[in-house]
């Protein structure tokens, strides 16, 4: 099987100027492997909790957006430790946050509704 994903870095990339072009701001927390690393996205907004998604194999090869963890609007900090630990945990994963009203969008995900 051929995997025709873009490189890492270049999805990345990407992502950050789709944000910044929308009058958004988009950051890299974590670099991971450049060429082949995942991607964990942390869509954030001041309207709502911040959402992580991480794009998870499917049964029939595609790879799919899965909402990983929403941020507890009573323990924010627990949030940040999580990803953190995450990405201490896997060098190839890149995190990228998408500060953007319904960041989703960029990512090809459903609206978040609160």
Same mark, same amino acid.
């Given at each position: 099987m051929i995997d025709d994903r873009l490189p890492a870095h270049l999805e990345v990339s990407g992502l950050i100027r789709a944000v910044e072009a929308e009058g958004g701001f988009g950051m890299v927390i974590s /670099?991971?492997?450049r060429t082949a690393g995942t991607?964990?996205?942390i869509c954030c907004n001041r309207a709502t909790p911040a959402r992580a998604y991480e794009r998870m194999p499917q049964? $029939?090869?595609t790879? /799919?957006?899965v909402l990983s963890k929403e941020q507890d609007p009573e323990n924010p900090h627990e949030f940040m430790a999580w990803y953190r630990r995450r990405g201490e945990q $896997? $060098? $190839?994963l890149w995190i990228v946050e998408l500060d953007i009203e319904n960041a989703?969008?960029?990512i090809d995900v459903a609206?978040?509704?609160s």
């Amino acid at each position: 099987m051929i995997d025709d994903r873009l490189p890492a870095h270049l999805e990345v990339s990407g992502l950050i100027r789709a944000v910044e072009a929308e009058g958004g701001f988009g950051m890299v927390i974590s /670099k991971g492997e450049r060429t082949a690393g995942t991607l964990m996205v942390i869509c954030c907004n001041r309207a709502t909790p911040a959402r992580a998604y991480e794009r998870m194999p499917q049964l $029939d090869g595609t790879r /799919k957006w899965v909402l990983s963890k929403e941020q507890d609007p009573e323990n924010p900090h627990e949030f940040m430790a999580w990803y953190r630990r995450r990405g201490e945990q $896997d $060098d $190839d994963l890149w995190i990228v946050e998408l500060d953007i009203e319904n960041a989703e969008r960029f990512i090809d995900v459903a609206p978040h509704n609160s």
